[in-house]
Each structure stands twice: as structure tokens, then as C-alpha cells.
């Protein structure tokens, strides 16, 4: 939302928003809009701010608010049509709804098959998906950030009289070309470890058990063995993860292999930190087996950063031939196409041209001028 917000004083100008957003997220977002509309001649009420009152991890609390608040927003606005970004929709609602499907979680059959295998109750998942899946059925449009979330949903409920579009997400390419970002705290380190000759394996992401980076683990005893010397740095912070348990797993597992002076975690950064460390990392490492989107991947290749990552469809459909994937759940194969990145450095300068140009494919600017067409068209519909 934020990045959408960003865009919309300078593709939609003439149209008039009501926002309704966590109380959390508000000053945020106004800074955003300060600085998108500086020097604009937009209206005062171009923009109207709704405080949600609730958590978004409250789920009951949001439906309700869902049934009763929200309507009341919207009839108040006399919205023409109502975007909900969630996944989760307003069954009531007095206008035509788009709702976007950004949890791919909800729907993925590895994400499911692994949480059988790791015996957590899948309850609140199946809630939210049957959630989800009535919201669909609910809205005049769904809107899909990839394909691959669009099969996952077409597996589990037809699509066939659904009106359907897939618009993918962007980047904020304009960061990936500033000549000095801030620098993170692990700056320093991170300087002194490439002078030493160390290779920076990079991997930004907070821990989650579909980020899958247990078979990243398992497979640098492999790459140390073959000679290389490497760092592997991540973003993972015990704070921002709800796997608790879990978290204390890998890192209990990381010093059984004897890999607890390999691993570094700069903890979670400020997005204009994380510029820094793509820009100074050596490859970037992504394997998770179920994402929404995968920004980071993205991200990645804005740095002009070679990629290893999972071999999973959502990847794929992103990151094209820019990045060289592996047998997600294989640990073997991922060191072997880590040990390909890192001794292909005859290849370098034309793999991190192929990433900076895939990755100049995602623009948020054009996925604002997309959503304001879908929304004008439903909301056309809406009036008729």
C-alpha cells in the first residue's frame, strides 16, 4: 500500500481516495504522500486517512470491522469502488470490490504438505483460506500478483465467470542507483570481511518456515569443503518471527555443523539500509518455497546481484534467466549451483546485466497506472 499510495498524486490526480490503513502504518504513510505531492496542486481532500482499529493479526476482530465499520466508510466516502489488499474482502460491500490476493500461503500445496510434516496445526490456515476463497467468490474482480498465485487459487475453486487480472508488483529502481545509501551497522564488518577475501552471501527475509533457508544451511558444509571462503549474511531477527521455535532450530542446527562464525544477521534494517548490502554483497541466496511475490528477489536483481534461488514457479515467472535455480528441498543441489555462482566469475558482468534488466521490468509507477485502469473500468460497472 505504501507503494502504491506513493504513486497516486501523479497517475490518478483527478480521482479522490479514502484509505483505510493500521494506525501504525499512518505516519509512514503520510510522510510518503508529503513527499510525493510536494510542488502538486492537488485538493486538500485528495487523500482521506481511516484508522483501522484493529490488529491485522486479529483476524476475527478485522472480519467484523469487515461486516460493519468498513461499509459505513464506504457509504460515508460514496465510494465508486472499493480495492481491498488483504485478501480478505467485504461481503457487503455497497460497491464493486477488487480484491488482491497477496498471500500465497493460503493456497500453496507445499506450504500445506510442509506444516503437515512439521506438525503445526494448520487450523487458522484452513480459516483463512475458506475466508479468502468466500471473498473471491464475493468480488466483481480478483487481482493476482503473479500466475502462480492465480494456479494455486484455481486448484482449490474455478475461476472460470471471474473476472481476473494479474498485475506484477514493483521496485523502487530509483534506490539501486543513489551513490552513497546509508549504511547499515554491519557496514564495517562487511568491509573488513571482503578485504579478508571472504565472498558475501546475501539473504534478506525474516524467518518463516516457507523461507526454506534450512536447505541453504545444509548445504554450505558443501561449499566450504570445496575451498571457498564465505560470509553468509541475512536480515533473519528473532524479534520479527512468529517461528519462534523454529528460529532457535536453525541456528541451534547452524552450530552443530560448526557454521556459527559463517552466519551473520545484521538483524532487521530500514529498507534504505538494505540498498547498502545488496550493493556489497556477492551473490544473493533465495530459497523459499512458496512466496506472494519474492521482493527481495527483485530487489536483488535492481543491485545487479547474480542469484541462486528455488526452483519454484512464483521464481520463475519472475527472475527468468537471471537467476540459476535449484531442487528446492535438495541441499546438494543447492551447494552445487552456489559453487556454479561463485567460480563463474568469467560470467559475472553478464549475469548482473541480465538481473538489472529483468528486474527493470517491475515499476511501481506502472502498477499504479494499472490498477487505477482496473479500478475506473469496475468502477464503471458499478454506476451502470
Not at 551473520?264 to 551473490?283: F, I, K, M, T
Request: charged share 20%; glycine share 4%; net charge neutral.
Amino acid at each position: 500500500m505504501r507503494s502504491i499510495l506513493r504513486e497516486l498524486p501523479a497517475v490518478a490526480p483527478n480521482d479522490k481516495f479514502a484509505v483505510v490503513v493500521p494506525g501504525s502504518m499512518y505516519d509512514g504513510l503520510l510522510d510518503d504522500l508529503d513527499r510525493a505531492t510536494t510542488n502538486s496542486s492537488l485538493p486538500p481532500d485528495f487523500m482521506r486517512f481511516y484508522l483501522r482499529k484493529t490488529d491485522s493479526s486479529d483476524l476475527y476482530a478485522q472480519f467484523y470491522q469487515r461486516l460493519t465499520w468498513l461499509p459505513n466508510i464506504i457509504k460515508k466516502f460514496q465510494a465508486d469502488v472499493l480495492f481491498s489488499s488483504t485478501g480478505f474482502g467485504v461481503w457487503n460491500s455497497p460497491c464493486p470490490e477488487v480484491l488482491l490476493l497477496p498471500n500465497s500461503a493460503y493456497f500453496c500445496q507445499a506450504y500445506e504438505e510442509k506444516s503437515w510434516q512439521l506438525r503445526q496445526n494448520n487450523l487458522n490456515l484452513y480459516i483463512r483460506r475458506c475466508l479468502s476463497l468466500l471473498s473471491i467468490q464475493a468480488a466483481h474482480t480478483v487481482l493476482f500478483p503473479t500466475e502462480s498465485i492465480k494456479r494455486e487459487v484455481q486448484r482449490l475453486l474455478s475461476l472460470e465467470h471471474k473476472p481476473t487480472q494479474v498485475h506484477h508488483y514493483g521496485v523502487d529502481l530509483s534506490a539501486f542507483s543513489v551513490n552513497d545509501p546509508p549504511r547499515p551497522a554491519i557496514a564495517d564488518k562487511v568491509q573488513r570481511w571482503k578485504k579478508e577475501g571472504y565472498k558475501i552471501l546475501l539473504h534478506v527475509s525474516w524467518y518463516a518456515v516457507h523461507k526454506n533457508i534450512e536447505v541453504v544451511l545444509e548445504a554450505l558444509p558443501a561449499v566450504l569443503r570445496a575451498g571457498h571462503k564465505i560470509k553468509w549474511l541475512t536480515t533473519l531477527s528473532r524479534e520479527k518471527t512468529g517461528d519462534k521455535p523454529q528460529y532457535d532450530a536453525f541456528f541451534q542446527r547452524a552450530e552443530a555443523l560448526g557454521l556459527s562464525e559463517i552466519i551473520e544477521s545484521s538483524g532487521y534494517l530500514p529498507h534504505e539500509e538494505l540498498v547498502w548490502l545488496y550493493r556489497h554483497a556477492d551473490l544473493f541466496v533465495f530459497p523459499s518455497y512458496t512466496e506472494s511475490f519474492g521482493q527481495p528477489l527483485i530487489e536483488a536483481m535492481a543491485a545487479g546481484l547474480p542469484i541462486v534461488a528455488s526452483d519454484r514457479p512464483v521464481h520463475r515467472e519472475l527472475g527468468g534467466d537471471a537467476v540459476l535455480y535449484f531442487d528446492t528441498f535438495d541441499p546438494t543441489d543447492c551447494a552445487q549451483k552456489i559453487l556454479h555462482a561463485l567460480g563463474s566469475q568469467g560470467a559475472t558482468t553478464d549475469w548482473r546485466a541480465r538481473s538489472k534488466q529483468q528486474a527493470a521490468r517491475y515499476d511501481w509507477r506502472a502498477y499504479a497506472r494499472q490498477l487505477i485502469d482496473l479500478l475506473h473500468s469496475v468502477a464503471l460497472v458499478g454506476r451502470s
